[in-house]
Structure formats: structure tokens, C-alpha cells
């Protein structure tokens, strides 16, 4: 979120971990591994979610 509440951006991970502006499906045990990790290199300035 900015300073006036909006979301800057919305970034996708396909199944290689590459960042991606395009949703696709990846199966929920997977897609928490990979959210996981990628918070790890993201650190607290983001915020990944599986939906």
C-alpha cells in the first residue's frame, strides 16, 4: 500500500519462482512454498499472499 492506502503493485510467481505480471495456476502446497521463499528475499517492505 502507498502512503494514501493504494496498492503499488501486484506481482505474480509462476512455477519457477519467476516474478510475473500475469496470474496463472500453481497448486496450493507449491504456491506457499514458493510465496514463502519469496517473502524471505522481499523482506518486510512486501507483503506475498496465496490466494
Known amino acids: 500500500m502507498g502512503t494514501a492506502g493504494q496498492l503499488l503493485r ?3 510467481l509462476d512455477r519457477e519462482g519467476h516474478i510475473s ?3 496463472h495456476f500453481v497448486p ?3 504456491a506457499l512454498i ?3 521463499n ?3 528475499v522481499l523482506g518486510p517492505q512486501a507483503r506475498v499472499l496465496v490466494l
Open 21 to 23: 505480471a500475469q496470474p
Open 34 to 36: 514458493l510465496a514463502a
Open 10 to 12: 501486484v506481482l505474480f
Open 38 to 40: 519469496q517473502q524471505r
Open 28 to 30: 496450493r502446497g507449491e
